[in-house]
């Protein structure tokens, strides 16, 4: 959800740091952009309704916020899917903080190297998305 964010701070200069204040201002622009007028939600809903009309039958969304991912959910009917690495840590801003404030459908832990993550995603594609049985 936050792509569209990006676009408009990199507009007025941010460089696509990450540092605390960097995450900082984008939730806070976020959180602007959200009481004006919906846009990131808006936006968001835009793409998965163009994704589907192009075929899609996965659509990940990297949404970080409760009320975002309990609109999600109701409006599209969706999985929730939380991507664990290292421990718990604090940036400074409630997007960022509040990430495991929220009960996910499917946990996955992303704490070994490139060949478990390349594992734990061809699992995930062939139970959660193809459904198939173990």
């Given at each position: 959800?936050?792509?569209?964010v990006?676009?408009?701070?990199?507009?007025?200069?941010?460089?696509?740091?990450?540092?605390?204040?960097?995450?900082?201002?984008?939730?806070?622009?976020?959180?602007?952009?959200?009481?004006?007028?919906?846009?990131?939600?808006?936006?968001?809903?835009?793409?998965?309704?163009?994704?589907?009309?192009?075929?899609?039958?996965?659509?990940?969304?990297?949404?970080?916020?409760?009320?975002?991912?309990?609109?999600?959910?109701?409006?599209?009917?969706?999985?929730?899917?939380?991507?664990?690495?290292?421990?718990k840590?604090?940036?400074?801003?409630?997007?960022?903080?509040?990430?495991?404030?929220?009960?996910?459908?499917?946990?996955?832990?992303?704490?070994?190297?490139?060949?478990?993550?390349?594992?734990?995603?061809?699992?995930?594609?062939?139970?959660?998305?193809?459904?198939?049985?173990?």
């Amino acid at each position: 959800m936050v792509s569209y964010v990006k676009a408009i701070a990199k507009t007025f200069g941010w460089q696509g740091t990450k540092e605390p204040k960097d995450r900082k201002m984008l939730s806070q622009l976020k959180d602007l952009l959200t009481e004006w007028d919906d846009s990131p939600f808006r936006t968001t809903c835009m793409m998965i309704h163009q994704a589907e009309l192009n075929g899609a039958k996965v659509v990940f969304i990297d949404a970080r916020e409760k009320p975002d991912i309990e609109r999600l959910k109701e409006k599209f009917d969706c999985k929730t899917v939380l991507l664990v690495r290292g421990e718990k840590v604090e940036y400074g801003n409630h997007a960022d903080d509040e990430v495991f404030d929220i009960d996910y459908d499917i946990t996955i832990y992303n704490d070994g190297d490139l060949d478990d993550l390349h594992f734990a995603a061809e699992r995930f594609v062939t139970y959660v998305v193809k459904g198939e049985k173990e």
